[in-house]
Every structure is written in C-alpha cells, then in structure tokens.
C-alpha cells in the first residue's frame, strides 16, 4: 500500500522568503502526486499535480514542485510567500491499483510572520 | 455549479445519537468518498464510491455506514455516536480514476459529547 509523510509538521516562514515543503511518498511504481491548501475552516482546494513527464510542475498561486523519483520525493516550493499563503498543506498520492483511492500526508502547518 | 456541498456545518450530538451527513456534487461525477481530518492525521479516508450503487471501506470506517442511490448524493450514517467520532468531515468527488483532482466540501464539525 502506498504511504505518504510530510517529515515537517509547523514551519514559519517570513513573509517574501521562501518556502519549500517536504513531501515523500512509499509506492511501487510512479504515483499520481498532489498538493493541496487548506485554509482555516476552509475545504481543501488543488495546487499541483503530477502525473507524467516533465517533474517541474507549475501550480496556482506562485507554487511549483518537482518529482524526484530516485528521493521518492514531491516538495513543494514559492519563490516568495505572502501573509495570504498561512494554511495547512497536504500532499497526497493516487495510484493506479488503488482505484479513486488516496493517501494524505499528515499536513504541514504554514505560519507567515511579517 | 455549486460543486460539492455538505450539510450541516456544526453538529453536536450526545453519545448514543445517530445522525447523517449530506453531501451532494453537480458535476456528475463517478468517484466521491468521505474524510475526517483530526489533529496531526491528515485526512483518513472512511468509505468512498466508484459509482451509484457501489460503496466500498477506506482505512477508517468502523462506526460509519453510507449509501449511494444516486450519482449525485453520498450520504454518511452515523449509527450509534462515539466521543472519538468528534471531528471534521469532508465529502470529495472526482471524476474517477486516481489521476484525477478531488473536489472538496466545506466541511461538517461534529462534536460527540
């Protein structure tokens, strides 16, 4: 069964620094990977999402993150982060023998400070 | 289009107590499945369906029942409730396949007491 950890459970980041996200994923073949945000009291809503091919991907809101299959990796990067990006991150992996069935990391908790 | 709703917002039930979430999608979708998000879990997958009358387990259904009668409505029961089923739940739905996006509720605080 596929797993997903997300090692960092609380980061504070300064607004206009950078921002990277750790996400490792446990599966046997390439995965269907997903970022989504969470903000409070909010539903989730998507990022990014990698499928195939190029493992740069590029997300709303300024977000980008890169596949690494030989780290079984999937961070989640920004360039420069705003006040208005303070939510909870998750990653997630689909699979193709786990038909519409998906595996969330714990979440990240992202705390901007001025 | 209002995607995936969800009532109600705020429960709060007595042990014992059984209740239903509602959770409908417009967007005709095969795939839906329902969360709960607790402190430092991540979202736990509890049932989900792969299309109107199929509904199978995810890694958290003990406690839970649900039903799909139509394509758009994903009912979860709740038969007897239990101070550990406090929580947040959220309905999501997709188009199917593990590649594709699920779209997710607002979410439904409920409080076992």
């Known amino acids: 069964a596929q797993s997903v950890t997300q090692p960092d459970i609380h980061i504070t980041v300064s607004e206009g620094a950078s921002l990277e996200l750790r996400c490792n994923y446990s599966?046997?073949?390439?995965?269907?990977l997903f970022w989504y945000v969470q903000s409070p009291g909010q539903g989730l809503q998507l990022l990014l999402k990698?499928?195939?091919?190029?493992?740069l991907v590029q997300g709303i809101k300024g977000f980008e993150a890169e596949f690494k299959r030989s780290q079984s990796s999937f961070n989640l990067r920004k360039p420069s982060v705003h006040w208005s990006d303070a939510a909870e991150y998750f990653c997630?992996?689909?699979?193709?023998?786990?038909?519409?069935?998906?595996?969330f990391g714990a979440g990240t908790q992202v705390v901007v400070t001025p | 289009n209002a995607g995936v709703t969800q009532t109600p917002k705020f429960q709060v039930l007595k042990t014992g107590q059984s209740m239903t979430l509602q959770c409908a999608q417009d967007?005709?979708?095969?795939?839906m499945s329902w969360y709960r998000q607790d402190p430092g879990m991540g979202l736990r997958l509890i049932h989900y369906?792969?299309?109107?009358?199929?509904?199978d387990q995810g890694e958290v259904p003990n406690g839970y029942n649900v039903s799909r009668s139509t394509t758009e409505d994903f009912p979860l029961r709740l038969l007897s409730a239990a101070p550990s089923q406090t929580s947040v739940y959220f309905c999501?739905?997709?188009?199917?396949?593990?590649?594709?996006?699920?779209?997710f509720g607002p979410g439904t605080r409920l409080t076992v007491t």
């Open positions: 999501a739905s997709s188009r199917g396949t593990a590649a594709y996006e699920q779209y």
């Open positions: 599966y046997g073949a390439t995965p269907y």
């Open positions: 990698y499928f195939s091919g190029d493992t």
């Open positions: 997630a992996v689909g699979t193709t023998d786990s038909w519409g069935k998906f595996q």
């Open positions: 967007m005709n979708h095969e795939y």
């Open positions: 369906s792969v299309g109107a009358g199929i509904t």
